[in-house]
């Protein structure tokens, strides 16, 4: 299964749902065979590592984030991947946008993998305080749990 995640820049949400879905698939489901990327919509942040505030938050519960770095999503993503699963529902109707109506199929919304927290997007923590940093992690690896399970069961 391979799978990429979307965000607007490609350095706070997506590269931590990229690094918490690698860690815990490899701890809690080794037998799981995934490929997993992230990418944004945007292009502001092309190249650059992770912003400092995540890779910080993340590296406090175990997830390395400082070897990536950010791209923009391409079409060719369309066929590399299996799913494609975005952050927010702007980040969703964006990769819409460029999607054909059988490409669209592959395009979800990450927190539908978690409908027991009953938050429909991962906010977008850029312009604000720490606390939105822990909140992505505490999102992200909630719905990366709820991703494991529903592809362990299939
Ligand atoms: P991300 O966060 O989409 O989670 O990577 C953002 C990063 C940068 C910007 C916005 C959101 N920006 O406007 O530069």
């Known amino acids: 299964m391979r ?11 997506s590269p931590a749902a990229e690094g918490v879905l690698r860690t815990l698939a490899a701890r809690e489901a080794p037998d799981l065979v995934l490929a997993v990327d992230s990418a944004g919509t945007g292009n502001y942040h092309i190249g650059e590592p992770p912003d400092p505030r995540m890779i910080r938050a993340a590296g406090q519960r175990g997830y390395d984030l400082s070897v990536l770095r950010a791209r923009q999503i391409e079409h060719a993503d369309f066929s590399r991947f299996d799913l494609m699963l975005a952050m927010d ?3 969703q109707s964006d990769i819409l946008e460029r999607a054909s109506s059988v490409q669209s199929q592959q ?5 539908e993998y978690a ?8 906010p977008d923590p850029y312009y604000g305080g720490p606390e939105g940093f822990e909140r992505v992690l505490d999102l992200v690896e909630a719905a990366s749990r709820g991703l494991i ?6």
């Open 149 to 154: 399970a529903r592809l362990q069961s299939s």
């Open 89 to 91: 529902r702007q980040n």
């Open 115 to 122: 409908p027991e927290i009953g938050v429909p997007e991962v």
């Open 3 to 13: 799978i990429l995640f979307v965000c607007l820049g490609n350095i706070c949400r």
């Open 107 to 111: 395009v979800r919304l990450f927190m």
